[in-house]
Every structure is written in structure tokens, then in C-alpha cells.
């Protein structure tokens, strides 16, 4: 059987797994322990440790690929390891890869056969400015998720996703043309951040039980509580919380690992008890 | 002295040139003469023989990293070594890298030292929806072009790029802010495409002399005349208009070279005489 992103993440959740680990690797950040001679062998070993060290309490993990292409080639193979190392020894676990790509459709074939094809992601995240027809080179790939940035996590997403258009806020209108003409093969997904709970709880009653994504806990200071009792489906699922930096560089000394799991797991009770309150 | 984006940019429309060649290698539409073992190598190849045959006559070349990356490792290297090899047989011509990347601030700092410190770009496209505090890294530097997506050439670009948004479709709010707020470094530059002239011509009052970026003739049937009529600047300049495919595969036999520089010298002939009508 083909792997699909949905089933693999309706699984996460079915075993109560809602967080998700952003393997954003930052070299200067990373404890001495984790560096090499070369870059490559830096970044795959710091994930390794973190992966090994969470992969029981995640439903995902999001490499986000700006972290790695600015180191060029060395950083493109210690991505494709990276996932590769994932599904090794958790073959459970979708991968997403938080590539924010957009080009007209001609172009994204390109970016497409990137992400699923050669980066092997069961998941991107994509850009909507230029329309659905741009993404349909995406949209096609009905065992893949495409999730499709709605209401951003940054200080100032407002500037433009907030303005009016025919009565309500951009990014609802964006959220509702997901729903209503992208999501044809039911392989859609949302992101919206953590730093806005009013936004998301408005955000779950507009795409019902899609998946979002919330980037925005741990170093962005979103609200964990607040986000999953606005967040969660009618079910209680449907959500993918996302933390990064405040995961993988809960320490910078040679206990990084098991300060990423001590912090990982801090979050996935948080997310629990939440859930049933 | 530093290169400088719109220096080298004015510079060349001083010579009268305003065609940019999009380099997106696509490996099936490549003659055979330019196939080698090594995608690698086909690339470069191929990009080499496109650039040695045109480089007289544009203004900018545009690779843009989606026909690369779908390549992995490889991809990268040629991108790589492309615009090392237009910085060493024609280093006035300024590179854009056409990543249209956009992410939160954190991590747009990964993209801007991807397209400006690895790469080696000159400029670089850019996504608005996550608003002008995200693109901070990019922004800031002062000596490089940050070209916003503003109108894009595709068909369904209107999806919301045309929505309502206090009086006027978004698209004109999102040029008025690149503007208004954005261009405090005077290093943007807005992409609208030559596939809407009527769009093009309202987009030049709003962005006075700044740099528009013109995709879409070619392949796309963007009008070439009629872009060049209410494209250009109040000095007879501003302009940086695109094709790729119609250019770099005008033929797949193994006159693919010289095809190419055809073809170009074909929009430059066409560009001046618009120009001067």
C-alpha cells in the first residue's frame, strides 16, 4: 500500500500524539557535542540525536528547508538523510516538509517533484498568492498533504491577511476557497498560527475537520492551552502543534537530546491535559 | 566597490538592454547534444551554451531554483556553478534568483544567505503574504534586489491577487505598500506579468521608476509590444522582461545555441522598437 499522509497522521493521532518537532537545524546554535568536521555530518547528526530522542512522542516532524539550503549542497544531502533517517526507524511518521514553495504551475511541477519525489516528504507547505491553478502541480498528489499557509504565525501577518475583502479578513477568504474549490481530493491542510487563538478558533469553525497546522508555541510564545482547545476538531484531533527552537535547542550542551525529550514531552502533556479539560 | 543590484541593472539599460533569459533547464526538452552522464552536467551544459550565446544581448539572467532543486544535490551544484559562470564571462550582468521564497523572519535569514551569500545572486523574488516584517532579512540588504510577487502572469492569478480590498484589488495595496513602507533601502523591484498589460499599465503609475519584472512573454503569449508601451519608466526604462522557455528550447536539435540567441536578439529587436513607437 501506498504511504498517505492522512492515514499516517489519523494513526499519530489515534494514539493521542499531537506535536509535532521542527528540525530546524541552526550551527550556532548547536551544543559542541553535535559538530563535525563537515556540515552535512553537523546537521544529520544533531537531528539524529533529536529524532531518536522524540520520534515516540511526535505525530510529525517538519524539517524546514531554508535551514539547510543556505549551506548549498552539504545541506540538501543532510536533508534528504534527515528524512531519510525518519523513515528508518520510525516509518509511521509522516514527514512534512515546510518548503512555503509558490510559482505558477508550470514551475511547481519542479517544486513538487522536489518535496515528494526526490526529498521523499510525505507533506508540503505551499504558498497562496498565486491561486489555486498555480498549485494544482500539488494539489494533484492525492497520498500527499498539501497545506496551504492561511494565517501566519509572524507579528505581522496582519499587513495583508487581515485586510477586508468582501466583509471578512483575507486570510478567510483564503481558508474558505481551501475548503470549497482546492480541496478536491481531500488532501488539503491549513496553517494557522498559535500566536492567534481568536484567528484559529475561527479558522476550525470555517475549515472543519482539515488539519492545521499551528506553528507558533515554544519560542514564538504562542498559547499551548488557548490553541488546542480552539484548535481541535469535532473529534478532538485534527491538529498538528508545531515547536522548533524551543525544542531542539533546549540545551546547547552535550544533554541536548534528553533536554529535547524532556521539553517534547512537556508539551505533549500540556497538549493532553488540555485536550481533556 | 561592491556590486550593487540597480547599479548593474542601469547599467545595462543604459546600453539599451532589457530582456532577461529565465534559465530553467528541463532535461526533456533538452537536445541531445547537451545530455551528458551526469544531470549535473547536462545542466551546465546546456546553461553554458545558453549564456555564452546570449550574454551580448540581455540584462539579466533568471534562473529560477525550482528546475534545480526537483535534482537534489546535483541541481544545486549547477545552480551554482551557473551564475559562477555569468559572474566570470559576464560579470556586469546581475543575477536574479527567481526563488520566490517567504517564510517568517527567523527563517527567511536561512533563504536571503541562500540566494545573496551562497548562490551569488544578485536579486532575488519574494512571496507578500506573510507581510513586510517577515522579509526584514531580505529588505535589509541594501545592495541587492528584493522583487515582490505583486501580479503574477498565471491564469487564476486573479484568485485573490484581484479580491476587493478597500476599493481596489489586492494586488495595487500590496504594490502601494512595497512602496509606502518596504522600499526604505530603495532595493525593491515588484513582479507583475506581461500576460496583463491593462494591469501592468496601472501598476507603473502606483510604483513610479521602480523596477517591474516582466514575466510571461514566450511561452505564456504575454504581448511584448504592449508591455513594453505602458511597462516602461518615465525615462523610457524600468523594465526587466522575461522569457525562458521560447527562448533557451526555441530548438532541441543541436543548433539549440544559436536558436536561442536568435530568438533573443528576436525580443531585444522587438523591445527597441516598441520603445521608440
Redesign the interface.
Known amino acids: 500500500m501506498n504511504r498517505d499522509f492522512h492515514d499516517l497522521l489519523e494513526a499519530k493521532w489515534d494514539e493521542g500524539k499531537f506535536l509535532c518537532v521542527g528540525l530546524?537545524p541552526d550551527i550556532e546554535k548547536m551544543p559542541a557535542a553535535a559538530r563535525k568536521e563537515h556540515i552535512a555530518d553537523t546537521i544529520l547528526t544533531f537531528n539524529k540525536a533529536i529524532i531518536d530522542a522524540t520520534h515516540d512522542i511526535v505525530c510529525t516532524f517538519k524539517p524546514?528547508p531554508?535551514?539547510y539550503?543556505?549551506?548549498?549542497?552539504e545541506g540538501?544531502?543532510a536533508l534528504?538523510e534527515t528524512v531519510s533517517h525518519i523513515n528508518t526507524i520510525a516509518p509511521g511518521i509522516p514527514v512534512i516538509l515546510d518548503a512555503?514553495?509558490?510559482?505558477?504551475?508550470?514551475?511547481?511541477?519542479?517544486?513538487a517533484?522536489?518535496a515528494f519525489?526526490?526529498?521523499g516528504a510525505d507533506a508540503t507547505t505551499v504558498?497562496?498568492?498565486?491561486?489555486?491553478?498555480?498549485l494544482a502541480p500539488f494539489l494533484e498528489r492525492k497520498d500527499k498533504g498539501i497545506i496551504v499557509?492561511v494565517k501566519?504565525?509572524?507579528?505581522?501577518?496582519?499587513?495583508?491577511?487581515g485586510?477586508?475583502?468582501?466583509g471578512e479578513p483575507?486570510y478567510k477568504?483564503?481558508a474558505r476557497?481551501i475548503v470549497e474549490k482546492w480541496n478536491v481530493n481531500k488532501n488539503c491542510a491549513v496553517v494557522v498560527g498559535a500566536t492567534y487563538p481568536e484567528e484559529l478558533k475561527e479558522m476550525r469553525a470555517i475549515v472543519g475537520d482539515m488539519p492545521i497546522l499551528m506553528p507558533g508555541i515554544g519560542a514564538?510564545g504562542g498559547d499551548l492551552e488557548a490553541s488546542v482547545k480552539v484548535g481541535k476538531d469535532s473529534r478532538g484531533k485534527g491538529m498538528i502543534i508545531n515547536a522548533s527552537?524551543a525544542v531542539i535547542f533546549a540545551s546547547n550542551s552535550g544533554n541536548f537530546a534528553e533536554a529535547a525529550r524532556a521539553k517534547a514531552q512537556k508539551y505533549d502533556g500540556a497538549i493532553r491535559k488540555a485536550l481533556v479539560e
Not at 127 to 134: E, V
Not at 152 to 161: A, C, I
Open positions: 530546524d524546514n531554508a535551514f539550503e543556505q549551506y548549498g549542497e540538501w544531502h534528504k512555503k514553495r509558490g510559482d505558477i504551475g508550470n514551475t511547481n511541477i519542479g517544486y517533484k522536489m519525489d526526490y526529498i504558498q497562496p498568492y498565486q491561486g489555486g491553478d498555480a499557509l501566519t504565525s509572524n507579528p505581522g501577518s496582519e499587513e495583508f491577511q485586510l477586508q475583502t468582501g483575507l477568504t483564503v476557497t514564538q527552537r
